[in-house]
């Protein structure tokens, strides 16, 4: 089966073409880099052309009000384009929770994408994935100084890409779900002692101080972004960091 993975060289992406490849499909990574212009729609239908189904793993260049836009307008020129091509299952990956933290630009952009993707005129599958444990240096520095780091206690359930690329995949060649499919990492953590956690693998010094007014992730109320009955992948957390 011909795949067209649009993001396909970036972190899921390349590990997703990989996982197709070698089980046999023809998976073809698509990205700017390839001439692929999602906002400007060059390339697309050449891109799609032949493709029984498209996985879309681009991102917004920003977590800000802008990426509203993004998913506004990419997502009406891939469905348009997927369309006109004739291609019969259209997969994307979301975030568990998304729907459920409106205070966040980004997580509105994200639901904004699946409504435009469910209403649309091909077949399709979401799933959805917590937080990457790739993503946890990123979050360590936003509220980062030299001595420490300010982290909420919100509930964290962290997967390992390598798990997110195996479960996209798995989907991408299976009947369209036209629904929505959660997985998680096997563990629930709160972010602040995940951060003490890692620091403590680097041998980084710093302190972490629990502060429920630090960074994106303070927004979140309650526990939105685990997911009990996910699909649980089966790489825990410090056999990634090891």
Do not use: C
């Not at 568990?96 to 994200?110: F, I, M, S, T, W």
């Not at 240096?137 to 100084?145: Q, R």
């Not at 996209?168 to 629930?188: K, M, S, W």
């Amino acid at each position: 089966m011909k795949i067209a993975v649009i993001g396909g060289t970036g972190l899921i992406g390349s590990q997703v073409v990989k996982n197709l490849s070698t089980a046999g499909h023809e998976a073809v990574p698509h990205s700017k880099s390839t001439g692929v212009d999602i906002i400007g729609g060059q390339g697309l239908d050449e891109a799609v052309a032949g493709a029984g189904v498209v996985v879309n793993l681009t991102n917004s260049p920003t977590f800000d009000e802008a990426s509203l836009a993004f998913f506004r307008t990419s997502m009406d020129n891939l469905l348009a384009a997927a369309r006109r091509g004739g291609v019969g299952h259209f997969v994307i990956l979301s975030i568990v929770g998304v729907d459920q933290v409106p205070e966040l630009d980004y997580y509105r952009a994200k639901a904004l994408q699946e409504k435009i993707l469910v209403a649309g005129p091909i077949p399709y599958s979401i799933v959805r994935a917590t937080q990457f444990m790739d993503f946890m240096d990123a979050v360590l520095s936003w509220t980062a100084d030299a001595d420490t780091v300010r982290l909420p206690a919100t509930p964290i359930q962290p997967i390992a890409s390598e798990d997110v690329a195996d479960a996209v995949a798995e989907v991408a060649v299976g009947a369209p779900l036209n629904g929505i499919r959660n997985i998680a990492g096997p563990e629930v953590f709160p972010l602040d002692e995940l951060g003490r956690i890692t620091l403590s693998h680097k041998g980084d010094s710093r302190t972490v101080v629990t502060d429920p007014t630090a960074g994106m992730f303070a927004a979140v109320k309650g526990d939105v972004l685990t997911d009990k009955n996910a699909r649980l992948a089966p790489t825990h957390y410090a056999d990634w960091l090891s």
